[in-house]
């Protein structure tokens, strides 16, 4: 059943040279009333089933943000339909109705309030909010004297306690400090599992990969793609790394301004994969890529615990090169996002490759839970342009005697005492 419904969403804005804020400036000026009427939406269409997460994602500018407002209402669009079943929690302006006068308690009332919970509601779930948000020591003192964090973090156990059916949430899973994003992290994960809908506008592909069943990839105003974060993020990451080039280019030959159209400008149907990107000239490629078991083979069958080695053969033009990374992903038969890496986040630095070479990754322990997996491989640029981007690269198996469920296997004994 679908909980959202988004149909032919178009949206536009004007956007003024130099508006005159006076009528003197009006009249003396006329030329700064000039606007220009430039579409941010145009013609979206999309449906979330109850229980969903989707990640919108896109470079800056693209709507991603304008149609999360529009979804929660604070922007109506000039043509479409939004339709929302049920309570609708947003995380987009955080804390917007604190007032500072008021005290940390009293912001949680009105702030819930404007949720759609009622005063017993709140009452009920006021220790709760204030445990979560960690502000114990300063919930009974004015709003104004909390620093920005602790002004978010309030405002952010507000939002998340309302019980809503459906979670927007823009670009705000950086709250507080480390130990509190994480704490965000998993409430998040736990709101999803309770058959929460959710749609969130983030720049982190891997917050996205984690959370997400679906990413909608939005470019000048329209979907360019659908499709499982795995399938999306690759074709993203790789468009956006060759518009990268194509800008730096046109910024060190002036003379081809004049040539070629803007990225903004471009308005293609169907944008280049990583593969395709492959295609047209090659840097660094993946040649094969097996996992190798204990027993010296790549049989694809492989027991929970068992040390395995990744083998990643490739062959690449160094002269061409700055340096790369490699970046892996884990994922279960159902797309769920298992484990991901690169060396880049490992503190590896960049990797000087060889024309051929091999790059082997040990794995000590395979402690994935009994279930069929696979591994996404990548060679990127610093900027995380996909030199070569290989999905599925490596498909397995994993068996156990032990009848487990989730996705990783801890390390444990028992004892009785």
């Excluded at 009452?123 to 004015?142: G, K, Q």
């Excluded at 593969?275 to 929970?304: D, F, P, S």
């Excluded at 794995?363 to 839970?369: A, C, G, P």
């Excluded at 070569?388 to 296997?409: I, L, M, R, W």
Aim: charged share 30%; proline share 2%.
């Amino acid at each position: 059943m679908a909980v959202i419904e988004v149909l032919d969403v178009k949206k536009s804005f004007r956007v003024y040279s130099d508006k005159g804020k006076t009528l003197k400036e009006k009249m003396l000026f006329q030329k700064r009333n000039q606007y220009e009427e430039r579409l941010v939406l145009n013609g979206i269409s999309f449906q979330v089933e109850k229980g969903e997460a989707v990640g919108l994602i896109g470079h800056n500018g693209c709507g991603k943000s304008t149609l999360l407002k529009l979804m929660t209402k604070i922007f109506r669009p000039d043509s479409g339909t939004i339709r929302i079943q049920g309570r609708v929690s947003s995380l987009i302006e955080l804390g917007a109705g604190f007032h500072p006068d008021m005290t940390g308690r009293e912001n949680i009332y009105t702030n819930a309030s404007i949720f759609g919970l009622t005063k017993k509601e709140i009452r009920n779930r006021m220790e709760e909010i204030i445990a979560f948000s960690e502000l114990e020591d300063y919930i009974d003192n004015p709003v104004r004297t909390y620093s920005s964090g602790m002004y978010t973090r309030l405002a952010f156990s507000v939002a998340i306690h309302v019980d809503a059916d459906v979670l927007l949430i823009d670009e705000i899973l950086a709250v507080g400090d480390a130990s509190f994003q994480a704490k965000c992290f998993e409430k998040l994960l736990e709101i999803k599992a309770k058959g929460t809908t959710i749609v969130i506008v983030s720049h982190s592909l891997v917050q996205i990969e984690q959370i997400c069943n679906r990413s909608i990839w939005i470019e000048n105003g329209k979907i360019q793609m659908e499709a499982p974060p795995n399938e999306v993020h690759p074709s993203y990451l790789a468009y956006m790394g060759k518009q990268k080039r194509v800008l730096s280019n046109k910024e060190s030959k002036p003379e081809l301004k004049k040539v070629e159209k803007s990225v903004l400008e471009t308005k293609a149907e169907v944008l280049p994969k990583s593969e395709e990107v492959q295609k047209e000239e090659w840097k660094a490629r993946i040649v094969k890529a097996e996992l190798i078991g204990e027993n010296g083979t790549a049989c694809g069958n492989y027991r929970t615990g068992e040390k395995v080695l990744l083998k990643i053969a490739y062959q690449a033009k160094p002269e061409q090169l700055n340096g790369v990374l490699i970046g892996l992903l884990f994922f279960r038969k159902d797309n769920f996002t298992c484990y991901g890496t690169n060396t880049l986040r490992e503190r590896l630095g960049l990797l000087k490759l060889k024309e051929k070479g091999e790059i082997l990754c040990e794995i000590e322990k395979l402690n994935l839970v009994k279930g069929s997996y696979w591994i996404d491989i990548a060679i990127r640029s610093e900027d995380m342009f996909a030199y070569d981007y290989k999905a599925k690269a490596v498909e397995f198996t994993v068996y156990s005697t032990v009848d487990e469920v989730g996705v990783a296997k801890l390390d444990h004994t028992w004892k009785f005492q």
